[in-house]
């Protein structure tokens, strides 16, 4: 049976979950994967996930199954060059069953970061994704994309078309006039590419602190501030601390690993160019009413709202 959709992603119906069920029980490489179970974990709707424990090392693992060449390629690297930066992993493959299908098999850990820190949960994803940034300067020809300005711009125009809030016309009126400004003082990376709250995990459970753990690679070539702007825009709510200056945070943490940051008097004005951009590019994707477990439909109008309006106004 076609195990991915039309879109390259694992197909979660009944059928499908039953069939990927039987190739991990029948791949050879797996055969220390002791009574996986399938988890349909709501935010991972792009692969297939299966928990257990793997008999050779009697440890908690975790399964995924669909994930790209270049996912593959940094999930293994990762916790080579930094055991405290990805889970380990134990297994991996590009064919499970005998069809051509990438897995990861890793470390299960405990827990991800919890919103009830106080922040310290957003600092902790910076750092992360620092940390990141600064390993991935010592891999030679690494797999990534690069972000270029077109692909930025037709996040404002899908934005735009879905009816973001604010003066968007103002804001794709400058696009030129910020992206050229952008790339003059930002440095470019290869980022994390998909830096928010759910692709982290730790290796202890609250109250207690450790250091961010990621997961779920997306590496892309692009100005370091693109990293930090990207949560933001997915957590800015009145109610919790912390997000207000993701940028900031980052900036700091990029110091602290000897990585350059622009100059002070500019951070500001790249920090709002980005946030609008990425309010837009949300907006795009998820439109005007988003899960409302996730945030009510009035406090994403309004944020997204303020950083538009903030970058017109510059």
């Known amino acids: 049976m076609d195990i991915l959709d039309e879109f390259g992603r694992v197909q979660r119906t009944p059928e499908a979950v039953a069939y990927l069920d039987d190739l991990v029980k029948s791949e050879p490489s ?20 299966f928990t257990g424990r793997w008999a050779q090392l009697d440890v908690e693992v975790l399964l995924k199954v669909g994930v790209s060449e270049t996912q593959r390629f940094w999930s293994e690297i990762v916790p080579e060059r930094d055991p405290e930066l990805a889970p380990r992993v134990l297994a991996i493959g590009d064919r499970l069953g005998g069809i ?65 809030p604010g003066p968007v016309d103002a804001v794709l009126e400058r696009f030129p006039e910020d992206w050229r400004f952008l790339n003059q003082v930002c440095q ?25 753990l990621l997961i779920d690679f997306e590496p892309c070539r692009m100005p370091w501030v693109f990293d930090a702007a990207y949560p933001q825009v997915l957590n800015s709510d009145p109610a919790r ?43 795009g994707m998820l439109g005007p009413t988003p899960d409302p477990s996730w945030r009510e439909p009035a406090i994403w109008h309004e944020q997204n709202r303020t950083y538009i309006e903030a970058s017109a106004g510059l």
């Open 241 to 283: 601390a912390g997000w207000q200056d993701m940028v900031g945070q980052m900036a700091d943490h990029r110091r602290a690993h000897g990585l350059p940051v622009c100059a002070d008097e500019d951070l500001t004005r790249l920090a709002t160019i980005a946030l609008a951009w990425y309010a837009l590019r949300m907006w």
């Open 100 to 164: 051509e299908l990438g897995w990861v098999l890793m470390e299960r850990l405990p827990s991800g970061l919890h919103d009830g820190w106080g922040g310290v949960e957003f600092n902790l994803l910076m750092d992360a994704g620092v940390r990141f940034q600064s390993l991935a300067r010592t891999i030679a020809s690494a797999p990534h994309t690069e972000l270029t300005a077109d692909t930025v711009r037709g996040w404002l125009v899908l934005g735009n078309e879905r009816n973001a």
């Open 188 to 212: 470019p990376e290869i980022c994390h590419g998909d830096l928010h709250m759910a692709n982290v995990l730790m290796r202890t459970l609250a109250p207690d602190v450790s250091p961010a």
């Open 30 to 49: 797996l055969a220390e994967f002791v009574a996986p179970i399938p988890e349909l974990i709501p935010w991972g709707n792009s692969a297939m996930y």
